[in-house]
């Protein structure tokens, strides 16, 4: 498929076609080869003191075995990251994104104390995500052993598995609404752990797939993507990231501007829009409303669950508010859209019970 220079690290657009490995997810199973995301480990006697104040959610509540989505940010508020954090007996590990690592590991080092230690492992971990309702089916396909641990996993939760003789952390999250698992594998091996995930014999083959469905996959869960949706110049209150924003928690970098962003009521929200008729919004475009400009898009594609053009955009709050009417100006093109209820995509399986 067409290639695509991401970070540095060269990664498919797509291997088929976006829409067929975009639907493969939605009904089946795909694989995604994301080892250029970003592993680091944190260790020490105040590593949990130490990720409170560097994070966003709370730590203390992740026990051994569960993960959590947080975000990083800057004493401004800005979001220097966003990223998933898995926790084990003696460390936590810490899942970036892959455009970030160099940029987080010098935030978090110049922040260390001497009882906290963290390495970067970025160039040791491969990753590949399961996404799909039959993800698990497949999983259990290739599993040599503990199948039982991989069956009985739940949401934003991790364990060990075996599969082609290699130790594997199987992790529950996912990026993409539906029923998926990430594993994470340090060292070599990753291609035969691909290999045996792809030629497992089932009725529906487990497609590879790209970056560009895993961008409308992710779109249609309003998933915010960094760089796009979020970055150092947005707060996670007006992304709406509060939930994983935990104000009382006690001292975090970013939380006195967060506290007081808060009090003083969101300029700005990111909100899920929908276009009447054809055209796609791109990142960018000016959001118009009562002939001024009152936001722009951040991101925007054509819905292959939906066959609805769809997008995400940062406007004024006047006009957050489901069934507001829009105005993007698109290419000198006019698009009518309507602020809608997110996630656009509501059939998901990622949290079901299996």
């Not at 080892?35 to 260790?43: L, P, T, Y």
């Not at 040599?144 to 992790?171: M, N, Q, R, W």
């Not at 083959?205 to 961008?215: F, I, N, S, T, Y």
Request: charged letters at 25%; a negative charge.
């Amino acid at each position: 498929g067409k290639m695509v220079d991401f970070a540095g690290f060269r990664m498919p657009i797509q291997y088929s076609s976006i829409i067929e490995e975009h639907n493969a997810v939605r009904s089946g199973v795909g694989l995604f080869d994301l080892s250029h995301m970003g592993e680091f480990v944190v260790s020490g006697d105040e590593a949990v003191p130490f990720l409170q104040r560097m994070t966003t959610n709370d730590i203390s509540q992740v026990e051994v075995g569960q993960a959590q989505y947080t975000a990083i940010c800057n004493e401004r508020g800005g979001i220097i990251d966003d990223c998933v954090v898995y926790r084990f007996e003696d460390h936590f590990l810490l899942v970036v994104n892959a455009s970030n690592i160099e940029k987080d590991f010098d935030w978090f080092e110049r922040h260390l104390s001497d009882k906290v230690s963290i390495t970067d492992r970025s160039k040791d971990y491969c990753l590949i995500a399961v996404q799909g309702p039959r993800s698990l089916e497949l999983l259990l396909k290739a599993t040599d052993k503990s199948k039982e641990a991989v069956e009985s996993l739940p949401f934003y939760c991790h364990c060990t598995v075996t599969i082609e003789g290699l130790d594997v952390i199987c992790a529950r999250t996912g990026y993409t609404g539906e029923l998926g698992y990430e594993l994470y594998l340090d060292g070599g091996g990753a291609d035969r752990i691909w290999s045996a995930l792809s030629d497992q014999d089932m009725d529906c083959q487990a497609q590879p797939v790209g970056l560009g469905a895993r961008d409308t996959l992710r779109l249609e869960m309003k998933y915010c993507l960094y760089g796009n949706d979020i970055d150092e110049e947005t707060n996670p209150l007006e992304a709406g990231l509060g939930w994983i924003t935990k104000l009382d928690k006690g001292d975090f970098i970013g939380g006195e501007a967060l506290r007081e962003i808060k009090s003083k009521g969101l300029e700005r929200k990111l909100i899920g829009f929908q276009i009447s008729g054809r055209g796609i919004a791109r990142h960018g475009c000016e959001v118009i409303a009562d002939g001024t400009t009152v936001g722009h898009v951040t991101s925007g594609t054509h819905s292959p669950s939906l066959e609805k053009s769809i997008g995400m955009a940062y406007v004024e709050t006047g006009y957050s508010f489901v069934g507001s009417k829009l105005t993007i100006d698109s290419r000198r093109r006019q698009l009518e859209a309507t602020v809608v209820k997110t996630p656009f995509w509501t059939k998901g399986t990622a949290a079901r019970a299996v």
